[in-house]
């Protein structure tokens, strides 16, 4: 129940294309569901967040759409650049902290754009 | 805002000594921080989570004795791996979360790259 399936596990994209990583997830308790972007040999940065209450989340040009009923949430960078090449991870957990505080992490999606 | 940093960058280490690796929220008060240990290519596995002035709680499997965690302020934190040995050669990083901060938003540090010979 505490898993955090993440898929592609790599992702080759053109420049000006839609990135799309989808993540599952299994305990009905969670309600908090970020995304991060890692580059190499650096920490993962936050990159947009969801709850529940709401379907989808837009930042710029990166989109959060959620599922709650199939418990799956997914990532779509719009106009994908080379500049996004990176790992993303998506995570689950308690929006609140607490027992359900600590953030399960999906395996990770090596995303490469191609000019 | 929410700035956190980590020190040492990276630290290559003789096999039996120990190592300390310090993590600070630079801009904001962390009720919690976590440590993590990353592999290459990767996910990131929690190590344990410490709340400032209490004992650390680890995940099943991690050593709290080798893996020694203090959290002796609201902006500090510190891993110090003792006795390290080859196979504790890793990516180390920290998280910490907002104190009063209504989400369980973790801001991460740009890690410590362990190296044990």
């Known amino acids: 129940q505490q898993q955090v399936k993440q898929s592609p596990q790599s992702l080759i994209v053109q420049k000006g294309g839609i990135s799309i990583i989808n993540c599952a997830y299994e305990?009905?308790?969670?309600?908090?569901f970020p995304w991060y972007q890692q580059f190499p040999g650096k920490g993962p940065a936050l990159l947009i967040a969801i709850r529940p209450d709401v379907s989808e989340k837009k930042e710029g040009r990166f989109t959060i759409s959620f599922n709650k009923s199939a418990k799956q949430f997914s990532l779509h960078i719009m106009d994908s650049q080379p500049g996004d090449s990176a790992t993303y991870f998506c995570?689950?957990?308690?929006?609140?902290?607490?027992?359900?505080?600590?953030?399960?992490f999906g395996k990770g999606t090596k995303l490469s754009v191609k000019p | 805002g929410a700035v956190v940093s980590q020190h040492p960058s990276w630290v290559i280490c003789k096999s039996g000594t120990s190592v300390k690796i310090e993590c600070r929220s630079l801009?904001?008060?962390?009720?919690?921080m976590f440590w993590y240990r990353q592999f290459p290519k990767q996910s990131l596995m929690l190590m344990a989570t410490?709340?400032?002035?209490?004992?650390?709680?680890?995940e099943q499997g991690v050593e709290k004795d080798k893996f020694l965690i203090n959290h002796a302020s609201l902006t500090l934190s510190t891993l110090t791996v003792t006795s390290a040995h080859p196979e504790d050669s890793s990516f180390y990083i920290c998280?910490?979360?907002?104190?009063?901060?209504?989400?369980?938003?973790?801001?991460f540090g740009p890690g410590t790259r362990l190296t044990v010979l």
């Open positions: 995570a689950a957990g308690g929006v609140y902290g607490g027992s359900q505080g600590n953030l399960i």
């Open positions: 305990n009905t308790a969670f309600d908090y």
């Open positions: 410490s709340n400032e002035g209490s004992k650390a709680t680890y």
């Open positions: 998280s910490a979360r907002r104190l009063a901060h209504l989400y369980n938003e973790q801001f």
């Open positions: 801009d904001f008060q962390a009720t919690t």
